[in-house]
């Protein structure tokens, strides 16, 4: 029998070339915004709760945020995947001790009143009560430090308030998981991620923690799962055996891992993500911060349409600049007066996740409704507008032949030539592959218990009945802290 440390990532142990057998009394896969909250709430429960985790342990300071070596030890896939369709959309999701939360920009909205509302009726959520959500939702903003940035934001983020003033748009600052020392400016923060915040709170408690650790399948007997088969890091085979499981590995994991495992029914089907279009603007002054992300969003359009601004170090701005490189790459010499800005909309559209036996990864589609086409048109004239009124001199829309846009008669030859097809379409917004609720659409009940199945649950972004609307990860751990306390008052720990 192994065990995995008690003690945090440097300590943890991995396995033997033959196979390994662990045993846990709880079994947690993936140790994101879902993972990372549900160990922790049921190891301070007094659950035995042993989390496994794809990734490896990066401790923060060790990489340069939004570096390709970021993008190598904690993205997936160095953060190039994708989902097919006309177009296809780009996505990335982290792969580390920490999952998205490691590499996200960070930015915290709770889940707005109307989208409880609504999740609550459409998908007959069960004792769905936004009082308890809200209580839940400033406990882990405590948790996570939420906070605005002290003193000055970024110029960056300036523009964004600047040209929705103009336009008398609505606009504000989303607070980060953040903490500033005494003093400090935008560009000091610490993240406040899983990897300090959850995670620590559940290896205090006796969590366990194998990082490197995939789960290729769990095995189902009728309707109980008993254990996990798994690859450890050095590719030898390992088995663990559990009482029940939480499957967090995020909206595309989850899925395809319940899929390998048997569970097919309504699972995958329903993949939302918030499409996203982007462009580079440049103005007269120096407004890039490399290490930093805007913090102002622009709301007038929400939840249709939001606008606000990516992380853009130089290779990002030439990243943006790619799609029509021949007219736009003199822009890149100036890259400090340069930065890019994103519409994204909340789709009508759909996804899916299929596993493909045979494939360690799971093909994903996505299809863009005529009504979604015509919103990222909207939205990425809108932005263009948007930032002419902050003062920009040129704005660069990152499709094939897109016009550089100086005017507002630009924004005509913009709206005209613009094509979903010629455009970079990305999103890092994943969800509802396992949306939760009563209604016979969902694949999980209403606190995340996937059906049919007495002692497997999801506790991720997959549980979203759908998109947002809004930056996700505050919902996918608001949902998590109250899924995880249902199972804390109705199951026992063995003791
Ligand atoms: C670049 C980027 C920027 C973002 N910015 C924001 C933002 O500003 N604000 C916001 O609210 N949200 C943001 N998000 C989204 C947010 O990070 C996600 O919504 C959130 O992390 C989802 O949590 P999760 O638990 O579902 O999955 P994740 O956090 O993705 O965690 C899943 C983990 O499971 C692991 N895993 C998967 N399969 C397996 C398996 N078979 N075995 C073992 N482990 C497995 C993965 O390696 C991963 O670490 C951003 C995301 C990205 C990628």
């Given amino acids: 029998m192994k065990h995995a440390s008690t003690t945090g990532a440097d300590a943890v142990t991995h396995a033997p070339a033959t196979e390994a057998l662990y045993d846990a009394e709880v079994l947690i896969i993936g140790s994101g915004a879902g993972g990372a909250t549900t160990a922790a709430l049921l190891a301070e429960a007094g659950f035995d709760v042993l989390i496994v985790e794809e990734g490896d342990w990066v401790e923060q300071g ?15 896939s160095g953060g190039v995947t994708v989902a097919l369709g006309l177009p296809s959309i780009a996505y990335t999701e982290g792969r580390c001790a920490g999952g998205g939360t490691e590499v996200n920009s960070g930015l915290y909205r709770r889940p707005p009143a109307e989208l409880l509302d609504r999740w609550r009726t459409q998908y007959h959520i069960r004792d769905l009560d936004p009082d308890e959500m809200y209580a839940i939702a400033e406990e882990v903003e405590t948790a996570l430090n939420v906070t605005p940035v002290p003193g000055a934001v970024s110029p960056a983020s300036t523009v964004l308030q600047r040209g929705a003033d103009a336009l008398h748009w609505q ?16 560009a000091s923060g610490q993240r406040q991620s899983m990897t300090r915040t959850y995670l620590p709170r559940a290896q205090r408690a006796g969590a366990r923690l194998l990082t490197q650790c995939r789960v290729r399948r769990l095995s189902i007997n009728g309707t109980r799962a008993s254990d996990a ?69 622009v709301k007038e359009f929400a939840p249709e349409i ?20 021949g ?3 003199h822009a890149l010499q100036d890259w400090e007066r340069v930065c890019v800005y994103y519409a994204a909309i909340t789709s009508e ?33 809108r932005l263009a507008l948007l930032m002419l009124a902050a003062g920009a001199d040129e704005v660069y829309p990152s499709y094939h032949h897109a016009p550089i846009v100086r005017s507002t008669a630009d924004i005509a030859e913009l709206q005209r030539s613009f094509a979903t097809t010629k455009a970079t379409v990305m999103t890092v917004h994943l969800c509802s592959t396992v949306p939760l609720g009563e209604h ?5 009940d209403s606190f995340g218990q996937v059906r049919g199945m007495k002692n497997v649950w999801v506790n991720d972004a997959s549980m979203l009945p759908d ?20 199972f804390i008052g109705t199951e026992r720990p063995r003791g």
């Fill in 327 to 329: 007219q736009f790459s």
């Fill in 440 to 444: 016979p659409r969902c694949a999980a």
């Fill in 349 to 381: 559209g759909k996804g899916r996740v299929k596993a493909i036996p045979g494939l360690r990864d799971p093909l994903v589609t996505y299809h863009l409704t005529a009504r979604d086409r015509q919103m990222l048109r909207s939205g990425l004239s």
């Fill in 171 to 186: 606009n504000s600052e989303s607070p980060r998981w953040m903490k500033y020392p005494a003093g400090g400016s935008a």
């Fill in 467 to 486: 998109a947002p609307g809004v930056n996700p990860q505050g919902s996918v751990m608001a949902f998590a802290v109250r899924n995880a306390r249902r």
């Fill in 62 to 76: 060790t990489v340069v945020p939004f570096s390709l070596d970021q993008m190598n030890r904690q993205y997936r």
């Fill in 229 to 297: 088969e798994v690859v450890l890091a050095d590719g030898s085979p390992g088995r663990i055996r559990f009482r029940h499981v939480f499957v967090c590995g995020g909206a595309i994991h989850t899925p395809a891992l319940l899929q390998r495992s048997g569970l097919r029914e309504r699972i995958g089907d329903t993949l939302a993500v918030h499409p996203t279009v982007k462009l580079a603007a440049r103005f007269p002054d120096p407004i890039n911060m490399p290490d930093d992300v805007p913090v102002h969003q």
């Fill in 306 to 325: 939001s606008f606000g601004g990516s992380a853009s170090n130089p290779g990002l701005v030439a990243l943006s600049l790619a799609d029509n490189w």
